[in-house]
């Protein structure tokens, strides 16, 4: 599918949470030759989404944000052309799609694993010397009161599962602050984790010998709930599950019930449901960290990624599709 006539194309750039599309790259070009509209809020329901989106030609989305099943897709009449960041989107029906004559283009990945993995260390610092409660304190006036005496991860072991190009830099990380680092995941050689600087263990001993467990494995079929609640029940009393990956990788009840009971703490930066719903008991637990899935999410990959977005349009308005999924 091709647009035959270009003087009314309308393009919508979704998923701008953090108004922060506009600055991150160059969008004059494409504004001289489209409507080019910025949604900064989620969509609260499918049928909002098709409302909202019935009229544009062009959706530039980022990954992991809106879903886009094909039931979406089908009430979208005039949609021609759809780029998502990065390589790959759990949440859109890329093949139905490009199935349906959608033209589909995708981004490089930018800086996003050093981003990810730096969210993780800071969700494992946060949690572990209680910084929100304790910048809470202190703009409150109450100093210290109320907060709790933090965790020393100086000797600590840290368990990592999954040590692709996220994981990895978080073992050098948890090494850096003098931590023990042991690695796990389902097909992982001593000789891979020995290179991240690692010990490979089974996944018993990392949930029983480690102070914090870091998840970094992608989400599949194999791996979906693959911490549930034997899992969570295995773990060191009082130690600390760090998930910046994917939130399917945990069965969220036996988690909730962990931090609740004040077994175990939490820094998660991915939820079930996102934006994470108002009430979520998650939210109302002492025992977490949470963040609105900031993990690759910097100024830089931001560049990256809307600039790519940028040149995928225009490459597209010219004919000439760049990036795009077979």
Known sequence: MTLANQSDVRIAVLDDWQNAAAGSADWTALKARAEVVFFDRPFASQDEAAQALAAFDIVLAMRERTPFPMTLVERLPRLRMFALTGSRGALVDIAGMVKHGIVVCTTGTGPGAESTAEMALALMLAIARDVPAGDAAARAGRFQQGTRAGMLLAGKT???MGLGNIGSRMAGYGRALGMKVQAWSQNMTA?????????LCDKAQLLAGSDVVSLHLVLSDRTRGIVGRAELAAMKPGAILVNTSRAGLVDEAALTEAVQGGRLFAALDVHHREPLPAGSPLAACRNTVLTPHYGYGTAEVFGDFYQQLVENA?????GQPIRTVA
């Open 314 to 318: 225009l490459a597209y308005l010219d």
């Open 158 to 160: 840290l368990g990592v």
């Open 191 to 199: 000789e891979a984790a020995q290179a991240a600087g690692a010990t």
